[in-house]
């Protein structure tokens, strides 16, 4: 349960949540929507830098705070992303330092899934030394040639399972773009905060 009231003699606790894929796969389409879906939680502006044709340079952050009555927690979350493009490797690395959990965007587009396995084992070589939470939202299943679950997780590697060791979704498809399609978008970044807790509180 969230609530933007603080919680009397709780703990505060800052976590940092990465949103992560290949370019244009819609990192930035979610940094946007969750600043609608929860801006009563914003305390922050919130920022992007981004190249002259308006795609991700460095990255975008911006920060919630949210009181978890199950918890027991006042919690500030960080919410970043970082570019995409590959010619900026370097900045990628840096950005994920000290996060708590990553969000992988996967684009569904059949075109896409050579892009979407390097960027995801590229992002498994930076944290494979780190108990780090990844959940993955396979985005813009509105595609004509958008690729079927099993399928992807074939390309990808990935457990059969439909659900981790915690009970939580390996797997949340959306569309991202679309507003009147947003309950999984919230749904990854909610069970995405409460998965961090409980490894951090198991741990």
């Given at each position: 349960?969230?609530?933007?009231?603080?919680?009397?003699?709780?703990?505060?606790?800052?976590l940092?949540?990465?949103?992560?894929?290949?370019?244009?796969?819609?990192?930035?389409?979610?940094?946007?929507?969750l600043?609608?879906?929860f801006?009563?939680?914003?305390?922050?502006?919130?920022?992007?830098?981004?190249?002259?044709?308006?795609?991700?340079?460095?990255?975008?952050?911006?920060?919630?705070?949210?009181?978890?009555?199950s918890?027991?927690?006042?919690?500030?979350?960080?919410v970043?992303t970082t570019?995409?493009?590959?010619?900026?490797?370097?900045?990628?690395?840096?950005?994920?330092?000290?996060?708590d959990?990553?969000?992988?965007?996967?684009?569904?587009?059949l075109?896409?899934?050579?892009?979407?396995?390097?960027?995801?084992?590229?992002l498994k070589?930076f944290?494979?030394?780190?108990?780090i939470?990844?959940?993955?939202?396979?985005n813009?299943?509105?595609?004509d040639?958008a690729?079927?679950?099993?399928?992807?997780?074939?390309?990808?590697?990935?457990?059969?399972a439909?659900?981790?060791?915690?009970?939580?979704?390996?797997?949340?498809?959306?569309?991202?773009?679309?507003?009147?399609?947003?309950?999984?978008?919230k749904?990854?970044?909610?069970?995405?905060?409460?998965k961090?807790?409980?490894?951090?509180?198991?741990?």
């Open positions: 349960m969230i609530s933007t009231k603080a919680l009397p003699k709780t703990k505060l606790m800052q940092k949540i990465m949103y992560w894929g290949c370019g244009e796969a819609g990192k930035t389409t979610n940094f946007e929507r600043q609608e879906i801006a009563p939680y914003k305390i922050s502006h919130g920022f992007s830098i981004a190249t002259t044709d308006e795609r991700t340079l460095w990255n975008d952050s911006v920060h919630f705070k949210f009181s978890l009555a918890f027991n927690l006042d919690v500030i979350v960080n970043a570019t995409g493009q590959e010619r900026f490797l370097s900045t990628r690395e840096y950005v994920l330092q000290n996060a959990g990553v969000i992988f965007v996967a684009d569904s587009s075109e896409k899934m050579d892009n979407n396995l390097r960027s995801f084992e590229e070589s944290i494979h030394r780190d108990n939470p990844i959940l993955i939202q396979l813009k299943r509105d595609l040639d690729v079927k679950e099993d399928k992807f997780r074939r390309i990808m590697r990935l457990p059969l439909h659900k981790d060791a915690l009970g939580f979704k390996i797997i949340y498809p959306t569309v991202a773009v679309d507003k009147l399609e947003l309950q999984n978008v749904r990854i970044f909610i069970d995405m905060i409460q961090i807790l409980k490894q951090k509180l198991v741990s």
